[in-house]
């Protein structure tokens, strides 16, 4: 079991900057895939990111791929996500997910996620 808990959301003008952060419990989180997702009103929930377990594979959708960073650190239990260039269409309450996974395996689709953070809203203002 893993609880995680993001933080770092905010609004933030189109052209700025965010840094999401998202802590894990316990004392396996190296054991673990990561991603990130975002789901905007009446929209479903999308895949936005995603690292293995100790950082050797990492993917991006197409819509953030160059503006998104994702990234960990096992030794702090976090998982981060660095946003520039936000646009309004990047607007939604962002969630982290995880998976116990092994080697360099990574996933984009969300029922391969056991657990779910709270979200954090991010807010683009145009």
């Known amino acids: 079991q893993v609880q995680l808990v993001e933080s770092g959301g905010g609004l933030v003008q189109a052209g700025g900057s965010l840094r999401l952060s998202c802590t894990a419990s316990g004392r396996t989180f190296g054991s673990y895939a990561m991603g990130w997702f975002r789901q905007a009103p009446d929209k479903e929930r999308e895949f936005v990111a995603a690292?293995?377990?100790?950082?050797?594979?990492?993917l991006y959708a197409a819509s953030v791929k160059g503006r998104f960073t994702i990234s960990r650190d096992n030794a702090k239990n976090t998982v981060y996500l660095q946003m520039i260039s936000l646009k309004s269409e990047d607007t939604a309450v962002y969630y982290c997910a995880a998976v116990v996974s092994f080697g360099n395996t990574i996933y984009a689709q969300t029922g391969s996620y056991r657990y779910w953070g709270q979200g954090t809203q991010v807010t683009v203002s145009s």
């Open positions: 690292i293995s377990r100790i950082g050797g594979s990492i």
